[in-house]
């Protein structure tokens, strides 16, 4: 009722109803930025007085799988530790989806694996990642001492889904470099395509940081390119009508700060 009033009071419908559903329309995502801005406000206004809360409201993060599972964890322990904020949430999926959400409104800041083209999206790279490609160690590259990205033709390739910064890496810089390949497994884990590389089924391209346990324990072993030292940038990403609260402001610096520390 109160929605039916709101958009009477507008005059414009805000949702679509189907199969007695409510779907945001176009003219209802035109008011989310402003609705998201008030809420926001609101919440400030609500905290503004109270020593004991430096900041107001919960921060909604969205974080790719490398980035969620082996960045994140030490920026938040470092951001809780240095502004005593305890209230975040974080959501790890592929950086496609996090790029939905935030596009939905559903998070307030996104970390990721690569770049976004999505027109409503802005992204600023906040770190970087070193790359590397894995084999088992029974594969035949990874008894050779002195390898060139091009010497990998022919080769199988283990991948990570559509969607995942890893995988759009593979293509855009790896790929490029090798006459012929060929994909044999699509996963959506990085677990499970290290599990798959170890187990002999093709090379697999990853973060050296996803890769790092496996490395050691000498499940894989990282493939020697000589000059050929892939890196990609760690991008912050947000909704280009996104409120900057004072603890959204904050993070975004503490992110950009923290890749010197």
């Known amino acids: 009722m109160a929605l039916a009033e709101l958009e009477k009071q507008l005059g414009h419908p805000l949702f679509d109803r189907v199969n007695n559903r409510l779907i945001l329309n176009q003219e209802g995502h035109k008011l989310l930025p402003l609705a998201d801005e008030l809420l926001s406000r609101a919440n400030n206004i609500s905290r503004l007085f109270d020593a004991d809360h430096a900041f107001a409201g919960q921060l909604k993060i ?20 240095q502004h005593q904020h305890f209230a975040q949430s974080v959501v790890i999926s592929n950086s496609r989806l ?35 490609i894995i084999a088992a160690p029974t594969h035949s590259f990874s008894k050779m001492n002195k390898l060139d990205i091009t010497d990998l033709s022919p080769s199988n390739w283990v991948l990570r889904e559509a969607g995942s910064g890893s995988r759009e890496f593979f293509l855009r810089t790896v790929a490029p470099h090798i006459e012929t390949w060929h994909e044999v497994f699509e996963l ?30 000498g499940r894989v072993t990282r493939l020697d390119l000589g000059h050929f030292a892939p890196q990609r940038s760690l991008w912050l990403v947000m909704h280009k009508d996104k409120y900057h609260s004072p603890l959204l402001k904050t993070f975004i610096a503490f992110c950009h700060q923290w890749d010197n520390t």
């Open 98 to 132: 996090i790029c939905q959400k935030l596009h939905d409104y559903e998070l307030d800041i996104g970390l990721i694996e690569g770049n976004t083209p999505h027109p409503d999206l802005i992204s600023t790279p906040f770190s970087h990642d070193d790359m590397c």
């Open 62 to 81: 969205g974080a790719s799988d490398t980035v969620g599972n082996h960045v994140v964890p030490g920026l938040l322990s470092q951001f809780r530790q």
């Open 188 to 217: 959506n884990t990085t677990e499970a395509l290290i599990n798959s590389v170890a187990a002999g089924i093709g090379l697999g391209c990853l973060s050296t940081l996803a890769a790092q346990y496996a490395l050691k324990d």
